[in-house]
């Protein structure tokens, strides 16, 4: 009953498919944020996302962040 609910809920849910990443490089002191938002109705593959990198170097990233 309730992986029946489940699935209904799923179904009647809006798709949020904007994906935002982050990732520390160490050797080269910066934060890179990726936006990525689908090109098309139905994404199935990494092709079918267009992404905007954001960098920002380590030195101008607040110690508390």
């Known amino acids: 009953m ?3 609910l489940y ?3 799923l179904r ?3 798709t ?3 994906m935002l990443m982050a990732a ?3 050797q080269e002191g910066k934060m890179t944020l ?3 938002r689908p090109i098309m109705q139905q ?3 990494a ?3 267009i992404g905007t990198n954001l960098e920002v170097l380590s030195k101008d990233i607040h110690p508390m962040d």
Do not use: G, V
């Open 47 to 49: 092709a079918d996302y």
């Open 12 to 14: 009647m849910a809006p």
């Open 7 to 9: 699935n209904q809920l």
């Open 24 to 26: 520390y490089d160490i």
């Open 16 to 18: 949020n498919q904007q």
């Open 43 to 45: 994404p199935q593959s």
């Open 34 to 36: 990726s936006h990525f």
């Open 2 to 4: 309730r992986f029946q």
